[in-house]
């Protein structure tokens, strides 16, 4: 049964079952403009905060997943006094911050990919705990193809891929299908478009289903552990499994199954 749906001109929220979507708008590239970061950083903040929404989906529908950032609007701001620079600076640190409320999102995050997931489009991707995408669906970092480089993209990029594969994409600019995605990581799983949603709809609800504040302390556990060294990295987590089998709730269930 559906609960909530807001709907604005950039992002569509639909909540049921426990799994909110956040579906894309400004068609068919869905691009990340300025206001459309905000609006996504707005709707990852609201949903931090929201218990009914256990589980975050983000879908670009169609041919292109999303196109990364909006290139006709950074195109606007080279008539500007500094030729863009105060523009680009806002952009990319407010891109920078939705990203990573993205990734540390007490909630786990899903991107739904049936089309193409380029530059900014796919740091939206691999800035999501998992990704689930079409057999269909293509990849790029293409920077390099405009005399840039894709470096921002890459910090969530390289997170999900060996450095020689995110520098084969940073360096060539190709476009990569889901089997390649698939085998080194960008992607959990490549479907049938026409099974992709019904698919990711069941996994979502799986995860909702879970306990929910152990979910989030070991996404954020899991995130901090990764970046340390080995020794540390095991006294980090035994701390936080302490804690979750500490939990009242835990310790209940527990002493009703165990008889103790």
């Known amino acids: 049964m559906l609960a909530t749906e807001r709907d604005t001109d950039l992002i569509t929220e639909t909540l049921e079952h426990g799994v909110l979507t956040l579906t894309l708008g ?6 990340l403009s300025l206001a459309m970061i905000d609006a996504l950083h707005a709707a990852i903040t609201r949903a931090a905060q929201n218990g009914a929404a256990k589980v975050i989906v983000i879908h670009g529908p169609g041919n292109i997943f999303c196109a990364g950032h909006d290139l006709k609007e950074i195109a606007r701001h080279r008539a500007d006094a500094d030729c863009g620079r105060d523009y680009l600076q806002r952009l990319f640190d407010r891109c920078a911050q939705m990203m990573q409320a993205l990734t540390l999102s007490p909630k786990p995050t899903i991107a739904m990919v049936e089309g193409i997931a380029t530059a900014g489009g796919l740091q939206l991707v691999a800035a999501c705990d998992l990704a689930f995408a079409a057999d269909s669906a293509t990849f790029c970092l293409p920077g390099i193809n405009n005399k840039g480089f894709c470096t921002t993209p890459a910090v969530a990029v390289a997170r999900n891929l060996t450095r020689k594969h995110v520098m084969e994409m940073l360096l060539s600019g190709d476009t990569y299908d889901a089997q390649w995605a698939r085998e080194t990581g960008l992607i959990n799983r490549a479907l049938p478009v026409a099974e992709l949603p ?33 020794a540390e990295a095991y006294a980090h987590a035994t701390e936080a499994m302490i804690g979750h089998f500490m939990d009242p709730d835990l310790i209940e269930h527990d002493q009703k199954a165990w008889g103790a």
């Open 198 to 230: 019904a698919f990711v709809e069941d996994f979502a609800r799986k995860l909702a289903s879970r306990y929910g504040e152990n979910v989030a302390d070991g996404k954020r556990t899991l995130y901090r552990q990764v970046e340390m060294p080995l």
């Open 26 to 31: 400004a068609p068919p590239a869905h691009p």
